[in-house]
């Protein structure tokens, strides 16, 4: 922490300071050792939900990676302390400032466990992803982005009151930041539209001789009715977009659209593509290329305004639930102290086994299936420790380590080390779906377990009891 906080005052003591997007999009990546256990970590907390498990072994990695949280956490905070925020559409990294507060919420996650008061960075995560949505010339893709970060952290605060990790004074907190003032609302949509008719204004096909053909000024003039009606809608309470599409549609006839069917790969040069369109014949109406250019514009803009419109609404009423009572004080992280030891349901150590049925088969004893019934999958996490292994900057399963010779899990096949890339029909190629291959056995009453041990794969199945 102290090095990351180094490097951000000597950051701020040369020159002038940098701009919000500039600091958050830059992206300088951690440590090779570090950028696949935090990949991981950052892919669990996309799948939080209110009462969602958390992958202990992903957790653990990413906590061991804390210098690098912290140093990610500190460029956060930069940028939400620089003087201005300016959207570039040909920044270095557009899409680095999601990452960067996905990485700031493992490192709240981290703080949870640890016990540590997290909501401060939660707040700073959530301002983050506001300022993102009101960077100056940010279009509507900057708006999506700063609403995926409000909205993500917004689940990570109804998954953590849904496990009582929030006091009162903490949830009293969050309540306010999500439902108030400053929350993202449909009425901000109409700025990125004002940059979206800027940039599409700049960037239509400069004007040709043949008006009848594509008439610059008559697309323009579409463009600026279209805009406007959107900024209208986005502030309405209950806009038509519907009808507003269908008056779109309804620019070009079928027979049009079929003739503008075709020579898509010159769709990137917009005149070339013209000229290849007019060699089949001589188009059915006025201005086919400028319709045609409004049309396209609008409709995806249209779109874009719905979902975002519906995103908003519905998570104003899904932050109203931080609003409930909370307890007192926060309930510690449900943990075991050594990830190899196995809780029960009753008093006492666990003592449930797998018998050997016959060559790479497997039956859980009465007291495995006891367990196993009563608390589901926190037998098999607590038994031993999971953790991703990556291939190619991808996750290819999970390595099962710290239980010992007589545990459970070695009784019911699994060797320390093995990697775990299959159960049942589910692959496991990301964090969450261990939690997935838990629910399929659930259901399926067995697990047929594919693994790699020592470089060889190997099968074999363990199945409860009749």
């Not at 995560?125 to 999506?144: D, T």
């Not at 109203?320 to 006492?348: F, V």
Request: proline residues 6%.
């Amino acid at each position: 922490m102290l090095i990351a906080l180094l490097s951000l005052a000597l950051s701020q003591s040369h020159g002038a300071a940098r701009d919000a997007f500039e600091v958050w999009s830059a992206d300088p990546g951690p440590t090779s050792e570090a950028a696949e256990p935090l990949e991981a970590a950052r892919e669990l907390v996309r799948g939080l939900t209110p009462g969602a498990l958390v992958d202990e072994g992903a957790l653990d990695t990413a906590a061991a990676a804390r210098a690098v949280l912290d140093a990610e956490v500190a460029r956060l905070r930069e940028g939400l302390s620089a003087p201005r925020c300016t959207y570039s559409r040909y920044g270095p990294n557009a899409g680095a400032p999601i990452r960067l507060a996905e990485t700031a919420r493992v490192r709240a996650l981290v703080g949870l466990r640890l016990g540590e008061e997290v909501t401060p960075l939660v707040l700073d995560v959530l301002a983050m992803g506001r300022r993102l949505a009101r960077c100056a010339r940010g279009p509507l893709l900057a708006y999506a982005a700063g609403k995926v970060i409000e909205g993500d952290t917004l689940n990570f605060a109804l998954w953590a009151s849904s496990h009582s990790l929030w006091s009162q004074a903490d949830r009293a907190k969050l309540a306010a930041a999500f439902g108030g003032a400053d929350a993202l609302r449909p009425e901000d949509l109409q700025r990125p539209l004002d940059a979206e008719l800027e940039w599409s204004l700049a960037h239509i096909p400069p004007a040709m001789k043949d008006e009848h053909v594509y008439s610059r000024a008559a697309t323009e003039r579409r463009l600026r009715a279209s805009f406007a009606r959107l900024r209208s809608a986005a502030a309405a309470k209950d806009p038509d977009l519907a009808a507003q599409r269908k008056a779109l549609e309804e620019l070009l006839s079928e027979q049009e659209i079929a003739l503008l069917q075709g020579a898509e790969a010159l769709r990137g040069d917009p005149m070339a593509w013209m000229q290849a369109i007019l060699k089949r014949g001589p188009p059915p109406g006025d201005d086919l290329f400028g319709r045609f250019f409004a049309r396209q514009i609008s409709l995806t803009l249209v779109d874009t305004v719905g979902d975002l419109r519906k995103k908003l609404l519905d998570d104003r009423a899904r932050a109203k639930a931080l609003s409930a009572a909370g307890a007192s004080k926060p309930q510690p992280w449900a943990r075991p102290a050594d990830p190899s030891a196995a809780p029960s349901a009753s008093a006492g150590p666990f003592t449930g086994r797998c018998e050997r049925v016959k060559e790479g088969v497997y039956r859980l004893d009465a007291a495995a299936a006891s367990a196993l019934r009563e608390q589901g999958e926190k037998v098999a996490v607590n038994s031993a420790r999971l953790i991703p292994v990556f291939e190619g900057g991808k996750v290819i399963g999970f390595k099962i380590s710290a239980f010992g010779a007589d545990s459970f899990p070695a009784s019911c096949g699994f060797r320390e080390q093995d990697v775990i890339v299959r159960v049942n029909e589910t692959v496991l190629r990301a964090p969450q779906a261990m939690m997935e291959a838990f629910a399929g056995v659930r259901r399926a009453g067995k697990a047929d377990f594919s693994v790699l041990r020592g470089g060889a794969s190997i099968s074999f199945s363990v199945v409860g009891r009749d």
